[in-house]
Antibody, heavy 120, light 110 residues
Framework: QVQLQESGPGLVKPSQTLSLTCTVS??????????WSWIRQPPGKGLEWIGY???????YSNPSLKSRITISVDTSKNQFSLKLRSVTAADTAVYYC????????????WGQGTLVTVSS | QSVLTQPPSVSAAPGQKVTISCSGS????????VSWYQQLPGTAPKLLIY???KRPSGIPDRFSGSKSGTSATLGITGLQTGDEADYYC???????????FGGGTKLTVL
């Protein structure tokens, strides 16, 4: 059974960088069948796609966030990571990592999510 | 403002059937597969339907999906109190070159 687990600080100051890591277990991140994704959900609101990465390192990001995002993968640790720069209160959200199947736009496994609050 | 439009809420009695709509355009639903997710309170979304009408292993056949033109529909029969959740549709948008989601629909089982 594939499991994903987010980790990282729950509180980030405005203008600083949000950094999260997703650890994948029960399956290899190097499988060519999936994209490894970040999705967020502001409190009380809907889902917003942030971006995803392929095991080869190819990344795809939400155009509205692209200038502030770096997504990377470490296949040796079976992890992938998100960095979001210059955060503001609008970036406060539950951040999920999820697995997207390569051929179709559906997310079949999700992490439990981690709440990141941007506040001084 | 979400790219895909869902009703904010729906409700029905236990044992009844409910449908949740998801409306889009030719750049998203009209030409791409739709998926549906259930988000129980305080938990991560869970995949219910993919490729318009396919159920992952373990999802009961009370849940069904369909697509017609630029709209998709999630159906739930034999409603249970445990079905109370937020439901989201999602697909790829070819114009935006990005995945998009609906704003979510809150299901209340009265």
């Amino acid at each position: 059974q594939v499991q994903l687990q987010e980790s990282g600080p729950g509180l980030v100051k405005p203008s600083q960088t949000l950094s999260l890591t997703c650890t994948v277990s029960g399956g290899s991140i190097s499988s060519g069948d999936y994209y490894w994704s970040w999705i967020r959900q502001p409190p009380g609101k809907g889902l917003e796609w942030i971006g995803y990465i392929y095991y080869s390192g190819s990344t795809y990001s939400n155009p509205s966030l692209k200038s502030r995002i770096t997504i990377s993968v470490d296949t040796s640790k079976n992890q992938f990571s998100l960095k979001l720069r210059s955060v503001t209160a609008a970036d406060t959200a539950v951040y999920y990592c999820a697995r997207r199947t390569y051929l179709t736009p559906s997310y079949d496994y999700w992490g439990q999510g981690t709440l990141v609050t941007v506040s001084s | 403002q979400s790219v895909l439009t869902q009703p904010p809420s729906v409700s029905a009695a236990p044992g009844q059937k409910v449908t949740i709509s998801c409306s889009g355009s030719s750049s998203n639903i009209g030409n791409n597969y739709v998926s549906w997710y259930q988000q129980l309170p305080g938990t991560a979304p869970k995949l219910l339907i993919y490729d318009n009408n396919k159920r992952p292993s373990g999802i009961p056949d009370r849940f069904s999906g369909s697509k017609s033109g630029t709209s998709a529909t999630l159906g739930i029969t034999g409603l249970q109190t445990g079905d109370e959740a937020d439901y989201y549709c999602g697909t790829w948008d070819s114009s935006l070159s990005a995945p998009v989601f609906g704003g979510g629909t809150k299901l209340t089982v009265l």
